[in-house]
């Protein structure tokens, strides 16, 4: 009788492999063959002309029509540690043009969150960022993005972004992947400086109504209703 453990390994292998081989190849298909409006993307040029890191916060469910949009630009991303998925995001971003550092909240963290520290706090990196992954609370801000824009003085530059043909999928949260040959709106905030004196609810009260506007602009644009 075949060993279940070395089944669900088995299968785990054949998902990564063919999820990082074909997931670049779909993604750009689906994406590429949009119609991209892109605005404001000034903000976090205009910070990296003047000599800051910008950490880019979007909240998950946006998170693909982001990791598009920044693509092929050598910018820094997160994905988690030992799971298939996050197996597969890493791969996917790297043939994307994304320097991946792996961790999460609870597999390897702290280390990726000192690697992240380190990242920001030489000049004109950028680094993205989902506040509520990689596993929720949908749309509660998590310490780390606020923490390390603290810590760093990073500008934090929020963005959103929708399809007006897509599909969505549910899980904790809903995630959308765009159909081919829609429109693409992605559009960027106007950034946000958290000192060290301010307090983290204050910060966290700032970035979620940021966060909140933009992606109801740009469900507006698309005609998709008010999730939250």
């Known amino acids: 009788m075949a060993n279940p453990k070395n089944e669900k390994r088995l299968k785990n292998k054949l ?9 670049p190849i779909f993604l750009r298909f689906f994406y590429n063959t949009n119609k991209w409006t892109i605005d404001n ?3 976090y040029q205009d910070a990296l002309s003047n000599g800051k890191s910008v950490i880019i916060a979007s ?3 946006t998170l693909l029509t982001v990791f598009m949009g920044l693509s092929k630009k050598g910018f820094y991303g997160l994905a988690g540690n030992h799971h298939p998925d996050a197996e597969i995001i890493a791969r996917i971003g790297a043939k994307l043009g994304w320097n991946v550092i792996r961790g ?17 706090r030489t000049n004109n990196n950028v680094f993205a960022i ?8 949908a749309k ?9 824009a603290q810590k760093t003085g990073a500008v934090i530059v929020p963005v959103a972004g929708q ?11 809903i995630f959308y992947l765009t159909k081919p040959f829609a429109k693409t709106y992605l559009q960027f905030g106007e950034p946000l400086y958290f000192s060290k004196d301010d307090s983290y609810e204050d910060c966290s009260m ?3 109504r940021s966060l909140d506007e933009l992606e109801n602009k740009v469900n507006e644009n698309v005609g998709l209703v008010k999730d939250n």
């Open 140 to 148: 509660i801000p998590k310490p780390g993005a606020i923490r390390a």
């Open 15 to 23: 998902l990564v492999f063919f999820g990082g081989l074909l997931g």
């Open 206 to 208: 700032r970035l979620k």
């Open 130 to 137: 989902t506040p509520d992954g990689p596993q929720g609370p």
């Open 163 to 173: 399809s007006t043909r897509r599909w969505s999928f549910k899980n904790w949260d």
């Open 59 to 61: 909240w998950h469910n």
């Open 41 to 43: 993307a000034h903000y």
């Open 104 to 120: 999460s909240s609870t597999d390897g963290g702290k280390k990726a969150y000192i690697e992240m520290i380190e990242i920001l």
